[in-house]
């Protein structure tokens, strides 16, 4: 049968009003001073727990099995306690209530001597309170400000600037400085035309469909949005240009602060920081998107660096940033082509392409090369053999290392094939072992022949046969068995990596400086 009995002689209840919910950290350090106890740590090792001191309780709560433990010392039922997390708040915001992957919870900066979940707190509601508690939403990084006050949060000690932390060793009161005692004092007030938009003053749990500049069904899409901008943005290389660029004084001054500093995460940066950010935020998707791609145009901010951003983008920026800030060149269609050719011939003019490059107003364009490939020049036969010879030289000088001969076996081997079939040395690289025995029977059918095709089929067929029966053999041993024809001495396809610069090299050392011809087999489309 149930015990109705708790284990604690007082039973602290949590603070919660109509706007504001006290953190589930700030209730059990409250708790625990109710019951006598220096701090947290001592409440839990009393029950048999053991929690690391600077753990956040707020984010993950049931990892240490707290509301097992405080269920039986308070009597108070897993819902009411659960309400005291951040697990609401995490899934409007990120869409997710796993720990690991919880966005906008603010975080210690790295260097930072502090220990515990990280706070910025309102002075003013502090003084105030009958009974002083941290709330809930001064533990997001999204809080910067209070509504009620108009007054910026602190997130750390003016006096010894010290970051304003709750942890399970913490035993100083709520209203004072854990560092240094100090007790936290009104802070002068916002300016009275700061009027931020909705999305910043609500909840995150109470923004709604109209609370954004843009249509979404669900609130976490605006904030993987403006995730991706702070995340872009905030590259000092590009908050630099912000900063030098034709924005309002007080949204610009925190991109030249950035542009000064290590690069660092918005959770992890000053309540300032994050306070101008957000107003910058909150000003660039006013009218979205037209002062977004403008101030973005003016800064020289394309698509190019949202691009390489590894958060996933939601829509309505993608849609934005893909279209109006690509800077992409325009591509002629295959049925331009035909429709200018058909012109040129009509009047009379040689269609060449020079012609349809001048017509169509363009450099180049691969559906125009696709149309009219440029005329192929190889190697003669004369000058194969005379790089094959001279492979050959280095293949019998090469140091007496095994790796290093047998890598320049199978490189030689991929040049051979690209020469004798015209094409690129990457094409070249992705030949199974089939075409590697093909190419085989080939040179051995030719090395027969007199002349000049015939000598160099012959070192051909050489070097192949070397490579199959004996390099290929030994490198496809490191790995599991591949058909690629030439593999790394790794087991793995080579994917031509530093054929390119050989083969060059090897052209000079033949005399060779017609890239017309010789280099074709680096940059072949074959």
């Given at each position: 049968?149930?015990?109705?009995?708790?284990?604690?002689?007082?039973?602290?209840?949590?603070?919660?009003?109509?706007?504001?919910?006290?953190?589930?950290?700030?209730?059990?350090?409250?708790?625990?001073?109710?019951?006598?106890?220096?701090?947290?740590?001592?409440?839990?090792?009393?029950?048999?727990?053991?929690?690391?001191?600077?753990?956040?309780?707020?984010?993950?709560?049931?990892?240490?099995?707290?509301?097992?433990?405080?269920?039986?010392?308070?009597?108070?039922?897993?819902?009411?306690?659960?309400?005291?997390?951040?697990?609401?708040?995490?899934?409007?915001?990120?869409?997710?209530?796993?720990?690991?992957?919880?966005?906008?919870?603010?975080?210690a900066a790295i260097g930072d001597a502090s220990r515990g979940s990280r706070y910025s707190v309102c002075p003013t509601c502090i003084t105030e309170d009958v009974t002083c508690y941290w709330r809930r939403k001064w533990r997001l990084s999204t809080s910067t400000f209070c509504a009620r006050h108009r007054t910026m949060l602190l997130d750390r000690c003016p006096v010894c600037q010290s970051a304003f932390t709750l942890s399970g060793t913490r035993k100083t009161p709520l209203n004072r400085c854990s560092n240094c005692e100090c007790e936290l004092a009104s802070t002068a007030k916002l300016s009275a035309r700061f009027r931020?938009?909705?999305?910043?003053?609500?909840?995150?749990?109470?923004?709604?469909?109209?609370?954004?500049?843009?249509?979404?069904?669900?609130?976490?899409?605006?904030?993987?949005?403006?995730?991706?901008?702070?995340?872009?943005?905030?590259?000092?290389?590009?908050?630099?240009?912000?900063?030098?660029?034709?924005?309002?004084?007080?949204?610009?001054?925190?991109?030249?602060?950035?542009?000064?500093?290590?690069?660092?995460?918005?959770?992890?940066?000053?309540?300032?920081?994050?306070?101008?950010?957000?107003?910058?935020?909150?000003?660039?998707?006013?009218?979205?998107?037209?002062?977004?791609?403008?101030?973005?145009?003016?800064?020289?901010?394309?698509?190019?660096?949202?691009?390489?951003?590894?958060?996933?983008?939601?829509?309505?920026?993608?849609?934005?940033?893909?279209?109006?800030?690509?800077?992409?060149?325009?591509?002629?269609?295959?049925?331009?082509?035909?429709?200018?050719?058909?012109?040129?011939?009509?009047?009379?003019?040689?269609?060449?392409?020079?012609?349809?490059?001048?017509?169509?107003?363009?450099?180049?364009?691969?559906?125009?090369?696709?149309?009219?490939?440029?005329?192929?020049?190889?190697?003669?036969?004369?000058?194969?053999?005379?790089?094959?010879?001279?492979?050959?030289?280095?293949?019998?000088?090469?140091?007496?290392?095994?790796?290093?001969?047998?890598?320049?076996?199978?490189?030689?081997?991929?040049?051979?094939?690209?020469?004798?079939?015209?094409?690129?040395?990457?094409?070249?690289?992705?030949?199974?072992?089939?075409?590697?025995?093909?190419?085989?029977?080939?040179?051995?059918?030719?090395?027969?022949?007199?002349?000049?095709?015939?000598?160099?089929?012959?070192?051909?067929?050489?070097?192949?046969?070397?490579?199959?029966?004996?390099?290929?053999?030994?490198?496809?041993?490191?790995?599991?068995?591949?058909?690629?024809?030439?593999?790394?001495?790794?087991?793995?396809?080579?994917?031509?990596?530093?054929?390119?610069?050989?083969?060059?090299?090897?052209?000079?050392?033949?005399?060779?400086?017609?890239?017309?011809?010789?280099?074709?087999?680096?940059?072949?489309?074959?």
């Open positions: 049968m149930k015990s109705l009995t708790s284990a604690l002689l007082v039973r602290t209840p949590p603070i919660v009003s109509a706007t504001d919910r006290e953190s589930l950290q700030s209730w059990i350090f409250r708790l625990a001073q109710a019951n006598g106890f220096e701090n947290c740590g001592q409440l839990f090792s009393n029950e048999g727990i053991k929690v690391p001191s600077n753990v956040a309780l707020d984010v993950a709560p049931e990892r240490w099995g707290l509301f097992d433990c405080l269920n039986h010392m308070t009597l108070y039922p897993h819902a009411r306690l659960a309400e005291l997390a951040l697990a609401e708040e995490t899934l409007a915001l990120s869409n997710t209530s796993s720990p690991a992957l919880a966005r906008w919870v603010l975080t931020p938009a909705f999305w910043r003053q609500a909840t995150p749990t109470a923004a709604g469909f109209s609370s954004f500049p843009v249509p979404l069904a669900y609130s976490h899409l605006w904030w993987d949005g403006i995730r991706v901008l702070l995340h872009v943005l905030t590259r000092p290389q590009l908050a630099r240009r912000l900063g030098r660029s034709t924005l309002p004084p007080a949204l610009g001054r925190v991109f030249t602060r950035i542009s000064a500093q290590d690069r660092t995460d918005f959770d992890k940066r000053s309540v300032e920081d994050r306070h101008e950010l957000l107003n910058f935020m909150d000003w660039a998707t006013q009218d979205w998107p037209t002062r977004f791609v403008l101030s973005m145009r003016e800064a020289d901010i394309s698509w190019t660096q949202f691009s390489s951003c590894e958060i996933e983008m939601p829509y309505w920026l993608l849609a934005v940033c893909g279209f109006d800030l690509n800077k992409r060149r325009y591509q002629v269609s295959s049925g331009e082509v035909r429709a200018v050719s058909a012109l040129l011939a009509c009047s009379g003019v040689l269609v060449s392409k020079i012609a349809l490059k001048r017509v169509l107003g363009i450099a180049e364009a691969k559906t125009l090369d696709a149309q009219y490939p440029a005329r192929k020049l190889g190697l003669t036969e004369t000058e194969l053999l005379l790089v094959a010879e001279t492979l050959d030289l280095h293949l019998r000088n090469a140091s007496s290392g095994r790796d290093v001969q047998a890598v320049l076996l199978r490189d030689a081997c991929c040049i051979a094939a690209a020469a004798w079939r015209c094409i690129s040395l990457r094409s070249a690289s992705t030949l199974v072992l089939n075409d590697g025995y093909q190419l085989r029977r080939e040179w051995g059918a030719a090395s027969g022949e007199a002349g000049v095709r015939g000598s160099t089929a012959q070192l051909f067929d050489r070097w192949m046969a070397l490579y199959l029966n004996g390099t290929r053999v030994r490198f496809e041993r490191f790995g599991p068995p591949q058909n690629a024809l030439f593999l790394s001495r790794f087991g793995k396809p080579t994917a031509g990596f530093g054929l390119a610069a050989r083969f060059a090299a090897l052209l000079r050392s033949c005399g060779i400086q017609d890239w017309a011809r010789g280099a074709r087999l680096l940059v072949g489309v074959a």
